[in-house]
């Protein structure tokens, strides 16, 4: 059965406190990805990953980074927490284009962030 | 533009169809998907549908492809109340990033 695990389903923290989200998948996948999910605005994807140590830029990557120092596990990282920044974070995983046939995300539970 | 629309809510009574329609904006995506997100969980694969395809029926769903109007729809026949769902249209950027680019999101409520 594939997996997609976040580290926490919720998490509430303080503006200005830096704030780690982890994700591990065990599927082997090459590719990982970061989501935000908003009421009436859908996914919005704030940073790709298509191997180790490599990262690239979402469509909303301000005030977020990530490391990806191990194929199975990819970190969304806000450096200073803001209170625009509640919403959840849902992680996926895919395996390579070239392997996958038509290319299925898999996702985890996500992590609703609060900032207060 | 860049933004793949669905219309935010749909109320149904249980037994009858529901039918959830999206439209696309990149007309070159080979595949476009359908997920799945129950409450408090992440999303699900539920169905896609490959872009030479003009319909592809599994069980209760069926989905249903406009090239043309870049229309996408899901039918889901005999619908229960486990159907209750938010369900997300998704097409895949066939430049170099090969992302995906979700819809709003529909929520699917189902009445006894």
């Known amino acids: 059965d594939v997996k997609v695990t976040q580290s926490s389903r919720y998490l509430v923290k303080r503006t200005g406190e830096k704030v780690f989200l982890e994700c591990v998948q065990d599927?082997?996948?090459?590719?990982m990805f970061w989501y935000r999910q908003d009421p009436g605005l859908g996914l919005r994807l704030i940073y790709f990953?298509?191997?180790?140590?490599?990262?690239e830029k979402g469509d909303i990557p301000e005030g977020y980074s990530v490391s990806r120092e191990k194929k199975e596990r990819f970190s969304l990282i806000l450096e200073s927490a803001s209170t625009n920044q509640t919403s959840m974070y849902l992680c996926?995983?895919?395996?390579?284009?070239?392997?996958?046939?038509?290319?299925?995300?898999?996702f985890g539970p996500g992590t609703r962030l609060t900032v207060l | 533009g860049e933004d793949v629309e669905q219309s935010l809510f749909l109320s149904v009574r249980e037994g009858d169809s529901s039918v959830i329609n999206c439209t696309y904006t990149?007309?070159?995506?080979?595949?476009l998907y359908w997920y799945k997100q129950e409450p408090g969980a992440g999303l699900q694969l539920l169905t896609y549908?490959?872009?030479?395809?003009d319909m592809k029926q599994d069980q209760r769903l069926t989905v249903l492809l406009n090239k043309k109007d870049k229309h996408l729809s899901l039918r889901i026949a005999d619908t229960q109340t486990g159907d209750s769902a938010i369900y997300f249209c998704?097409?895949?950027?066939?430049?170099?990033?090969?992302?995906?680019?979700f819809g709003s999101g529909t929520r699917l409520l189902v009445r006894p």
């Open positions: 990953s298509y191997d180790v140590k490599m990262k």
């Open positions: 998704a097409e895949i950027r066939m430049d170099s990033s090969y992302k995906l680019i």
């Open positions: 990149d007309s070159s995506s080979t595949y």
């Open positions: 549908i490959f872009s030479n395809m």
């Open positions: 599927m082997d996948h090459e590719n």
């Open positions: 996926a995983s895919s395996q390579d284009r070239f392997k996958s046939s038509y290319n299925e995300q898999f």
